[in-house]
């Protein structure tokens, strides 16, 4: 698990900042100073700087303590971040394990089912042979051999087709009791194979979880260095006299800054409004949709060629194939599902995905409606989103430009909704974005999954 350090040192930084930016009032010269208290803890007023100035060994105490917490947020926001990458490549390893030993379990279990049909094969033709050597005897054997020369020969000839018959039977018989010990020993295989899956899937789990925490602690260290780096290398300039700042440049420089904040939270506001508006529009034409296709539906000829039935959806990113289901981005598949050697580590290893290529920065939105449970560092994957459905279906994104992940963990989403923007973080050897579908935990193809629901990748 990563730990809360990071965050509550900058907890304690922010608030050994606004203790101490509020004893500036107080002290000129060792005289406590009257008038009005400083606008705000988290900023000094041009009276608190300047009675900072006037006293040498107050002012170089707060030097040094500024400079500390300016190191302390850097060096927060950077083992955060490499922690989160370290925790990202552990689950990845860990969910690599889980993939290997569902693809065992399938392997064993497709050999049981092969043995066990085999074995069904073997004592349905054994029953065949019984009955025609059943159909083949009979009779008085003694008359018919002193009584008659002919039927004599010809019974003769019976009862050499029976012992052929008879060690036929006998050797299908024992051909299908190997088939069936061989059936029985792959099915322990794979009930020992099933338990250690489960082990594997909830070391995977723990690790997700682990990962996820230290993402979100990655996140949190940088944002509170964004936030608060600025404003307190401006205050340590003006204690260091480093500029010549002058009451009404100091005042504009925070002006200038709210006005920055201001506007960063309108833009933001402003894109949350028009997501809103888009998915709204969405909604409404899935549901006029919907409802046109239920009233044609009673009436609805069966397809012929003459009027064929409506292709699946190939279109840009967001584009629905009328189940719910709609594509992930835009661009065509760069590299299949599939083993393959890769192309940065030159390991021969399952590709458990389908990469499009749609161009840097470009929209992914969410495949289906369902709920985040993960969105971080994932090893070679860089920048990862995954994406729990219904039915133990789940869908994952990839390799996401730093800083382009949209939607936290455990948010829901709605299909065709913004979620990440496509990067080449990871190992990557370019701008794309790695889609996956997940059934069961197990990873399948992407294609045929979403071929299935009315949605083509191709």
């Given at each position: 698990?990563s730990s809360?350090?990071?965050?509550?040192?900058?907890?304690?930084a922010?608030?050994a900042?606004?203790?101490?930016?509020?004893?500036l009032?107080?002290?000129v010269?060792?005289?406590?100073?009257g008038?009005?208290?400083?606008?705000?803890?988290?900023?000094?007023?041009?009276d608190?700087?300047?009675?900072?100035?006037a006293?040498?060994?107050?002012?170089?105490?707060q030097?040094v303590?500024?400079?500390?917490?300016?190191?302390?947020?850097?060096?927060d926001?950077v083992n955060a971040?490499a922690e989160a990458?370290?925790?990202?490549a552990?689950f990845?390893?860990?969910?690599?394990?889980?993939?290997?030993?569902?693809?065992?379990?399938a392997e064993?279990?497709?050999q049981v089912?092969?043995?066990n049909?085999?074995?069904d094969e073997?004592?349905?033709r054994?029953?065949?042979?019984?009955?025609?050597?059943?159909?083949t005897?009979?009779?008085?054997?003694?008359?018919?051999l002193v009584?008659?020369g002919?039927?004599a020969?010809?019974?003769?000839?019976?009862?050499?087709?029976?012992?052929?018959?008879?060690e036929?039977?006998?050797g299908?018989r024992?051909?299908?009791?190997s088939?069936?010990?061989?059936?029985?020993?792959l099915?322990?295989?794979?009930?020992?194979?099933k338990?250690?899956?489960?082990?594997?899937r909830d070391?995977?789990?723990?690790?997700?979880?682990?990962?996820?925490?230290?993402?979100?602690?990655?996140?949190?260290?940088v944002a509170?260095q964004?936030?608060?780096?600025s404003r307190?290398?401006?205050?340590?300039a003006?204690l260091?006299?480093?500029?010549?700042?002058?009451?009404?440049?100091?005042?504009?420089?925070?002006?200038?800054?709210r006005?920055?904040?201001a506007?960063?939270?309108?833009?933001?506001?402003?894109?949350?409004?028009?997501?809103?508006?888009?998915?709204?529009?969405?909604?409404?034409?899935?549901?006029a949709?919907?409802?046109?296709?239920?009233a044609?539906?009673p009436?609805?000829?069966?397809?012929?060629?003459?009027?064929?039935?409506?292709?699946?959806s190939?279109?840009?990113g967001g584009?629905?194939?009328?189940?719910?289901?709609?594509?992930p981005s835009?661009?065509g598949?760069?590299?299949?599902?599939?083993?393959?050697?890769?192309?940065?580590?030159?390991?021969?290893?399952?590709?458990?995905?389908?990469?499009?290529?749609?161009?840097?920065s470009?929209?992914?939105?969410a495949?289906?409606s369902?709920?985040?449970?993960?969105?971080?560092?994932?090893?070679?994957?860089g920048?990862?989103?995954?994406i729990s459905?219904?039915g133990g279906?789940?869908?994952?994104?990839?390799?996401i430009?730093?800083?382009?992940?949209r939607?936290?963990n455990?948010?829901?989403?709605?299909?065709?909704?913004?979620i990440?923007?496509?990067?080449?973080?990871?190992?990557?050897?370019?701008?794309h974005?790695?889609f996956?579908?997940r059934?069961?935990g197990a990873s399948?193809?992407p294609?045929?999954?979403?071929?299935a629901?009315?949605?083509?990748?191709?």
């Open positions: 698990m809360p350090l990071p965050a509550l040192r900058s907890r304690s922010f608030a900042v606004s203790t101490m930016l509020l004893a009032v107080f002290v010269a060792g005289v406590v100073v008038g009005s208290p400083a606008r705000a803890a988290s900023y000094p007023s041009w608190d700087v300047k009675a900072a100035q006293n040498e060994a107050t002012k170089q105490s030097i303590e500024l400079q500390g917490l300016l190191d302390q947020l850097q060096t926001a971040q990458e370290r925790l990202g552990a990845q390893v860990a969910q690599d394990a889980a993939d290997q030993g569902a693809a065992k379990l064993l279990q497709a089912d092969e043995k049909a085999i074995a073997s004592e349905k054994a029953g065949q042979v019984s009955a025609q050597l059943a159909r005897g009979g009779g008085d054997v003694s008359t018919q009584g008659d002919e039927a020969d010809d019974l003769l000839y019976r009862l050499g087709a029976m012992s052929k018959l008879t036929q039977a006998d299908i024992e051909q299908a009791v088939d069936r010990n061989v059936a029985q020993s099915g322990d295989q794979a009930k020992v194979a338990e250690a899956l489960v082990g594997l070391t995977a789990q723990v690790s997700m979880d682990e990962s996820q925490a230290a993402a979100d602690a990655a996140s949190a260290a509170a964004q936030e608060n780096e307190l290398q401006a205050q340590l003006v260091q006299d480093t500029t010549a700042q002058t009451q009404e440049q100091y005042e504009a420089g925070v002006e200038a800054e006005q920055r904040i506007a960063e939270e309108a833009a933001r506001a402003a894109e949350a409004a028009r997501q809103a508006e888009e998915l709204r529009q969405q909604r409404a034409a899935a549901a949709a919907a409802a046109a296709a239920a044609a539906r009436s609805a000829p069966a397809p012929t060629p003459s009027n064929p039935a409506p292709p699946a190939s279109g840009g584009g629905g194939g009328g189940g719910g289901w709609v594509r835009g661009g598949i760069s590299s299949g599902y599939g083993y393959r050697v890769n192309p940065v580590s030159g390991v021969w290893k399952l590709h458990d995905g389908v990469d499009l290529a749609p161009g840097c470009t929209p992914i939105y495949a289906a369902g709920t985040v449970t993960y969105a971080g560092y994932y090893g070679g994957y920048n990862y989103v995954r459905h219904s279906v789940s869908t994952a994104y990839g390799h430009v730093n800083g382009g992940i939607v936290s455990g948010q829901s989403v709605v299909a065709g909704q913004l990440a923007l496509v990067g080449s973080t990871g190992n990557s050897t370019g701008c974005l790695h996956e579908t059934v069961g399948t193809d294609v045929p999954f979403m071929s629901r009315g949605v083509s990748l191709r």
